[in-house]
């Protein structure tokens, strides 16, 4: 009896150690093998970035406005829809290949307090640029508005105030941290101990300057600075506990990193452009003096056009 129980657990016995051995040597071709570059993603988040964030106003700018009547949503708002949907998706794309296995709990719930992030941002940028072309001045405050400060009863500015709010704190806020958190946490796995992986190739470095571009609007337009600023230390710091340890940046970190360092000397080129700006200087007091690019356009480019 004795026999015939060991000859039932030995193929149990052997397929764990064919497991193990199976396992055992995907691990090590995968610490041994260069960490490669993932280029669809990042240009499929470069273009996306332009074309449905940046170039959304943009679009409700330039199309005629006979096409999108005020009470409907307009050409950027669609825009605004796909950015959404793809944002997300690429960023779960990005964890899935991060060679670390990062906590799926953390991960969920940033997708899910982006999406509603952005959906709140949505509903409020919507009517904020319809207010824009109403004659609203992105310069100053809401009750220093033109158009809001003489509106009868007064509790209705009390409720365009709360749009403000929806749109540019709560909405930025759910928007944004759970963004850069799911880009730190990918950053996290981002190191090798191979040397090869050190080097960026050709297309990273194509990328890498409108990737930091587009990351100088987001933090500038966002008024996400100090989030920002926070996330860049804690990349930083990162580094200099996996050298220790002997381990380096493969070419995906050094995109992120890169990116971010670019992206700091763009805004404080930009805050050293707009230092002196008195008007500017009113709407954003306090020790952090980042002004918004399309508050610098209502003020001094609309006019222009």
């Known amino acids: 009896m004795q026999a015939t129980m060991r000859k039932r657990q030995n193929p149990v016995i052997l397929q764990g150690s064919v497991f193990h051995q199976r396992h055992g040597s995907r691990d090590s071709e995968s610490s041994s093998k260069k960490p ?3 280029l669809d993603l990042w240009f499929y988040f470069t273009v996306q970035n332009w074309l449905l964030d940046f170039g959304r106003p943009i679009v409700m700018i330039i199309l005629p406005l006979e096409w999108f009547p005020l009470n409907k949503p307009s050409a950027g708002d669609y825009f605004h829809m796909a950015y959404n949907v793809i944002t997300p998706f690429l960023l779960l794309k990005l964890i899935e290949r991060s060679p670390k296995t990062l906590p799926r709990s953390a991960v969920y719930v940033c997708i899910i307090m982006f999406v509603m992030g952005a959906s ?3 509903v409020g940028d919507s009517i904020n640029h319809r207010l824009i072309l109403s004659g609203y001045q992105l310069h100053l405050s809401v009750r220093e508005n033109p158009i809001i400060k003489n509106l009868k009863p007064e509790t209705l500015i009390d409720s365009f ?3 403000y709010y929806y749109d540019e704190s709560l909405g930025h806020s759910m928007w944004y941290i759970p963004f850069f958190l799911i880009l730190f946490l990918y950053f996290t796995g981002c ?4 040397k090869e992986g050190k080097a960026m190739p050709l297309s ?5 300057g409108p990737s930091g571009l587009y990351y100088w609007y987001l933090v500038t337009e966002g008024q996400i600075f100090i989030l920002y600023i926070f996330t860049f230390f804690a990349m930083m710091a990162i580094i200099m ?3 220790r340890k002997g381990f380096v940046l493969d070419s995906n970190g050094l995109f992120l990193f890169y990116t971010f ?3 700091l000397a763009l805004i404080a080129v930009w805050v050293a452009c707009l230092w002196n700006d008195k008007i500017l200087r009113k709407k954003y007091p306090g020790v952090i003096y980042v002004p ?3 508050a610098f356009y209502t003020l001094h480019m609309k006019d222009q056009r």
């Not at 190191?191 to 191979?194: L, M």
């Not at 990273?204 to 890498?208: D, G, N, Q, R």
């Open 36 to 38: 490669q570059f993932h």
């Open 120 to 122: 709140i941002h949505l």
């Open 161 to 163: 105030e709360l749009l």
């Open 191 to 194: 190191f090798t101990h191979v």
């Open 204 to 208: 990273a470095w194509l990328l890498v």
């Open 241 to 243: 506990h996996q050298k």
């Open 261 to 263: 360092c670019i992206t």
């Open 292 to 294: 918004e690019p399309w």
